[in-house]
Every structure is written in C-alpha cells, then in structure tokens.
C-alpha cells in the first residue's frame, strides 16, 4: 500500500516537474533522427564534458556559517571556450543546471557565434540574503570556479536572480587570484569595468527582433497586436518594454508573486516603475489578478514565457490561444507540450533562439574587452539584429526543408554544427 502510493506521489511529481534535463535530451533525440547523426557523435553530445559541484561556506550576518552547494557544469566547447550565466535559485538541481548546460551550447551554435556551452548555478534563496552575504556566497563561488573559468575557457554572465554586480564581484575575485585585471574573463559587467552597452537589454531585445521576424512570417500585424508575458524580470520586462514600441499591447504579465491582466492594456514602462517601487507587478492600477493559468491561456496574439523551466506543460499548451509564443525563458515548454502547440499551429520562437539576444551582445562585450575597442549602443543593437534576424531565417528555413516546427529546426542548425565541429576534431587520443 505504501508503496502503491510512493509511486502515484512520484508519478504526480514528475507530471508536475518534468526533469529539464531528459527534456534536453528528448530535443536532442529528435535532432538527431533527422541529422542521421552518428551513434558515437550523438553520444557524445548527450554528455556534459565537465560537471563540478562545490561546497561553499558563508559567514551569515548572524555569525553562523551555513554551507550552500553550486554547480558549473561544461557541456561543450568544440566551437568554442564554454559560456553560460549562473543563476541563483532555491529551485537549483544539478540535472537543471546540465540541461541549461546544453541548451547553451545549442543556442551559441544557433546564433553562429564561436563559443560552446555552459551554466552555473547556486542553492539558495537570495531574496533572504542581504547584500554582504551576497557578496561572500558570490565571491566564495568564483573562488571555487576560478580553475576552470578563463577569457579562453568559460566565460560566465548573469541569469535568474544575478546581475551586473554579482559579475563585478567574481571579476574581482578571479583577477585577484590570478594577479590581473581580467575583464574578458565574464560578461554582463557594469559599464565602469568594460560592460557593453546594450548587454543589460539585450535579451529582451533580441526576442523582440525575433518577434518581429515571426509577425511577418505569420502575417501577424504588430500595430495593436496584444501580448501577454508571464515572469517580468529582465528577459521578460525589456521585452514587454520593447514590444510596445512596435505598438502591440501589454494585457497580462505576472512575476513569482502573482498574475494580473487588464482588459484595456498597460503601459510596460510604468508597470516596471510599480514593480520597482512595490516589488511585484501585483496591485498596478487598473488590474485585476487571475491565475497562472489564466495567463497563460489569455487570448492574445503573443504570448511570452519569461520565468523558468517548464511552464507550458500538456494542460496548459492545449488551452493557449496566441498565435506566437516567443520563450524568452530557458526550457520553458516540454516536448509532450511542443506537439499540442504545433498540433494546433502555435509558432514557437523556441528558446535557443529567441532568448540568444543575451549571449550575443556577450559575445560583443567579450570581443570589445579582448580588442580594448568599445561600440555605441547604435552599433551594438545594430549588430544584434543582424547576427539574430540571420538566425531566425537560418532556422526557419530548415523548419521549412524538414517540415518540422521551429524547436525543431533550431535544434538541426544547431546541434548540426556542433556535430560537425566534434565530427571534425576526432576523438583524443
Ligand atoms: N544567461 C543567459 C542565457 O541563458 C546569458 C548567457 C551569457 O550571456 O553567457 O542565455
């Protein structure tokens, strides 16, 4: 009976969280039976290169010390020194962090900028930290990491719940340690230590210029298109902010404390200014609340995941009316919910494609400290929308020649290069 019961709890759990990291390896399966790729190159690229898990002690502002526990993994670097940001999440698993590891890779490949894959990731909760304990964790962190990370081996950025300063603070660790002022050695800097402008942006950016791209393809028009984002952090409140410049309308948006809608529209900018002064979207003026669900299935024309993995599960896809889901999140649809969308013709800007605005402007900022030679925002925004305009049609053209969805044929472009690259290295010795 016992038994009969600890089942039905893990089948409910996993119904409830899928693993991102079989998703990953579902995606890359699929990848795979339509690049007819090798056993050995496919098994190859199911596997992490690296994965290292660190104990990190802290001295908390009580005296106490409490010991957390953060991961690095590296997945690939055929094309290049492994790159991915960190993120800080009491949800934090070593297989999320493998799978975000992967995507990584994929999307790096995708956006055809020379760079393989990785992600970092802490345990903890850092809305119960103050900014000394911030300051510690963090710079404990990049002394643990610091073997393995280097402006030619793994450059990290920020991701969920790290910003600029959680940057600064390992940059410092790293060239103190090392006893020189690295600043190519992470992306996501502040301005005043060779950040790009443009990076803080950037992946809301990049997601609208794809969304600009999938309006055209889909004869959606923009002007007064209305869109809903769930998760109003950086991915999901620069793209809302973006979004509306083309004239499309924000109805709905939520943020870990709840969701709101309303029936007339909302201006993005104050939004962000209420979440700013309150700490949450919930309670601006003119909303009401309604549920996650709700949300997600609000009849608009572009629907935005920005939070974390797995939020478009089965239940939730078969009731999503917009036309355009732009995933400004990582893995946030799962493969059982990728073939009710397409089934019902949703197009899915997947992933590794619509949220590498980040990596890319990374990737500028990584060129610019390595050639001492900074760009304008102009230049820097103008360049993002040529390399993520270049890889949206790079991926809708293969999900045309494969008939296949747009995931789908992100992971053939991308997963097809990186094939290429380990195919052409060989294996050592
Ligand atoms: N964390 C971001 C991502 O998931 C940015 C990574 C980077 O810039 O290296 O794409």
Redesign the pocket.
């Known amino acids: 009976m016992a038994q009969k019961y600890e089942v039905r709890q893990m089948q409910q759990t996993q119904q409830v969280k899928p693993n991102p990291y079989e998703n990953a390896l579902e995606q890359l399966r699929i990848a795979a039976g339509y690049l007819k790729l090798d056993e050995g190159v496919h098994q190859i690229l199911a596997n992490p290169k690296r994965q290292l898990t660190v104990s990190l002690p802290v001295k908390m502002d009580s005296g106490k010390t409490k010991v957390f526990t953060g991961y690095r993994v590296q997945y690939n670097d055929a094309r290049g020194p492994f790159?991915?940001?960190?993120?800080y999440h009491p949800g934090v698993t070593l297989d999320e962090v493998k799978a975000?590891s992967a995507?990584?890779t994929w999307?790096c490949s995708v956006a055809n900028i020379p760079?393989g894959g990785a992600?970092g990731g802490i345990i903890c909760d850092p809305k119960q930290m103050s900014q000394g304990e911030l300051e510690r964790l963090t710079r404990r962190f990049g002394a643990a990491i610091a073997p393995i990370i280097g402006p030619y081996k793994d450059?990290?950025?920020?991701?969920?719940y790290t910003n600029s300063q959680t940057m600064a603070w390992i940059l410092d660790t790293y060239s103190t340690l090392e006893g020189v002022m690295t600043p190519a050695v992470i992306?996501?800097k502040p301005i005043s230590l060779g950040g790009s402008l443009g990076r803080d942006k950037a992946?809301g950016r990049g997601a609208v210029y794809t969304t600009v791209e999938a309006a055209k393809v889909n004869k959606v028009n923009l002007k007064g298109a209305k869109f809903a984002v769930q998760g109003f952090g950086n991915a999901g409140s620069n793209f809302a902010e973006i979004l509306q410049t083309y004239g499309a309308k924000l109805m709905g948006a939520s943020d870990s404390k709840g969701s709101i809608m309303s029936k007339t529209g909302m201006d993005a900018d104050k939004l962000i200014a209420h979440k700013e002064k309150t700490g949450s979207v919930v309670g601006f003026p003119g909303s009401q609340q309604i549920s996650e669900k709700e949300l997600l299935q609000m009849d608009v024309d572009i629907l935005s995941p920005a939070a974390l993995e797995n939020s478009i599960l089965p239940d939730i896809a078969k009731g999503i009316k917009a036309k355009i889901v732009t995933e400004c999140a990582?893995g946030p649809t799962t493969p059982e919910a990728d073939k009710i969308l397409h089934g019902n013709k949703v197009f899915v800007i997947p992933d590794i494609l619509a949220?590498?605005g980040?990596?890319i402007?990374?990737?500028l900022e990584w060129v610019q400290n390595l050639e001492r030679n900074y760009w304008t925002v102009e230049e820097v925004n103008s360049m993002l929308e040529k390399k993520i305009t270049s890889a949206f049609h790079d991926v809708h053209e293969a999900s045309v020649k494969h008939d296949v969805d747009m995931r789908t044929g992100a992971m053939i472009v991308g997963v097809g290069r990186v094939a290429e690259a380990v195919k052409t290295l060989g294996v050592f010795p």
Do not use: C, E, H
């Open positions: 790159k991915g940001g960190i993120r975000l995507w990584m999307k760079f992600k450059i990290p950025a920020p991701d969920v992306t996501g992946t990582n949220n590498s980040g990596v402007v990374s990737y």
